[in-house]
């Protein structure tokens, strides 16, 4: 089967899985990156070295009849921002891949708050592409369980091999699964997550701060310690009754750094003053 592939590094295992099954690429749609939480670097070498063309700007209606016309028979999105439109009239098929078990979790990101809610369980789906974000029929998805203390970059991780796995089933079966896609119905939408949930809340107990800390894991939480903002992707921590002002700085050795909760004190191990890409020190 003849495909383009829209996206990033982020699912980019989708990119090379289906053309390990065989499948045929014509072109790569992908985005500006800034190198510090997105790539793109991997699946635009990849590309290059497969000589079809990459495009770097919003796909528009004439990106699409300009597949049809390199006789596309699909269209596959992983880590898109952009909403595509009118792909019916040019294409049999056009498949997104969305890192949440959809119908729960449609928006932009939704890892990080699903690690902030607790959520026992969580997935990857892949859907029919529709008018709207995430709301088209799935033919295919992955659930797996997420474990107590589980962080962002381990439920990355899992995503993505799930989604190389759907990679795998669509490239055996796309014309049947497409037949037995199922309409998602009623299912919640999930916006951005603010600078305030990313930002660690002392006066709650030690499991709240730690959650929000693996909640972000290695795209780092904010922490305020003292007079400084720092960036922080790892501590752990105990619970221990104590008089000390919630989010004071109890203890330092080092670079490890002991800051009361209301219940107990978290050891900040893995910290910068400087946010990523801004020249900060080697100190991971």
Same mark, same amino acid.
């Given at each position: 089967?003849r495909?383009a592939?829209a996206?990033?590094?982020?699912?980019?295992d &989708?990119?090379?899985?289906l053309?390990?099954? #065989?499948?045929?690429p014509?072109?790569?749609?992908?985005r500006?990156c800034?190198?510090?939480?997105? $790539?793109?670097d &991997?699946?635009v070498t990849?590309?290059?070295?497969?000589h %079809?063309?990459?495009?770097m700007?919003r796909?528009q /209606?004439a990106d699409?009849? =300009?597949l049809?016309?390199l006789?596309?028979?699909a269209l596959?999105?992983? #880590?898109?921002?952009?909403?595509?439109h009118?792909?019916q009239?040019?294409l049999p098929y056009a498949v997104?891949?969305h !890192?949440? !078990?959809?119908?729960?979790g449609r928006g932009p990101y939704?890892?990080?708050?699903?690690i902030?809610?607790a959520?026992?369980e969580?997935?990857m789906s892949a859907h029919?592409?529709?008018?709207?974000?995430?709301t =088209?029929?799935v033919?295919?998805q992955?659930r797996?369980?997420?474990?107590h203390?589980e962080?962002?970059?381990l @439920?990355?991780?899992k995503c993505?091999?799930?989604?190389?796995e759907?990679a =795998?089933?669509l490239?055996d079966d796309?014309p #049947?699964l497409?037949?037995?896609a199922?309409?998602? =119905?009623?299912?919640?939408?999930? /916006?951005? +997550? +603010? !600078?305030?949930q990313?930002?660690v809340?002392?006066?709650g107990?030690v499991?709240?701060?730690?959650?929000?800390?693996r909640a972000?894991?290695s %795209?780092e939480? $904010?922490?305020?310690?003292?007079?400084q @903002?720092l960036h922080?992707w790892?501590?752990?921590?105990?619970r221990q009754a104590h008089?000390?002002k919630p989010?004071? @700085?109890?203890?330092?050795?080092?670079?490890?750094?002991?800051?009361?909760?209301r219940d107990g004190?978290?050891? &900040?191990t893995?910290?910068?003053?400087y946010? /990523? #890409?801004?020249?900060?020190?080697p &100190?991971?």
């Amino acid at each position: 089967m003849r495909f383009a592939f829209a996206g990033i590094d982020f699912l980019g295992d &989708v990119f090379d899985t289906l053309i390990a099954k #065989g499948w045929q690429p014509v072109k790569l749609f992908s985005r500006p990156c800034d190198r510090v939480y997105d $790539f793109n670097d &991997v699946t635009v070498t990849r590309a290059q070295a497969l000589h %079809i063309p990459v495009q770097m700007s919003r796909m528009q /209606p004439a990106d699409l009849a =300009g597949l049809s016309a390199l006789r596309c028979d699909a269209l596959i999105v992983a #880590g898109y921002p952009w909403l595509i439109h009118g792909w019916q009239a040019h294409l049999p098929y056009a498949v997104n891949f969305h !890192p949440s !078990p959809l119908p729960e979790g449609r928006g932009p990101y939704p890892l990080f708050r699903a690690i902030l809610d607790a959520a026992p369980e969580w997935g990857m789906s892949a859907h029919i592409i529709d008018s709207t974000f995430d709301t =088209g029929a799935v033919i295919a998805q992955r659930r797996f369980p997420l474990a107590h203390d589980e962080t962002h970059d381990l @439920l990355l991780a899992k995503c993505q091999i799930a989604a190389r796995e759907i990679a =795998g089933s669509l490239a055996d079966d796309l014309p #049947g699964l497409w037949r037995e896609a199922k309409p998602q =119905g009623a299912g919640s939408y999930w /916006p951005r +997550t +603010t !600078p305030a949930q990313r930002t660690v809340d002392w006066s709650g107990n030690v499991d709240d701060v730690l959650r929000t800390i693996r909640a972000f894991g290695s %795209i780092e939480s $904010f922490a305020r310690i003292g007079s400084q @903002l720092l960036h922080v992707w790892e501590a752990s921590g105990w619970r221990q009754a104590h008089a000390e002002k919630p989010g004071t @700085l109890v203890h330092k050795h080092r670079r490890h750094l002991i800051v009361a909760a209301r219940d107990g004190f978290v050891q &900040v191990t893995g910290w910068s003053a400087y946010p /990523p #890409g801004a020249g900060r020190p080697p &100190v991971r």
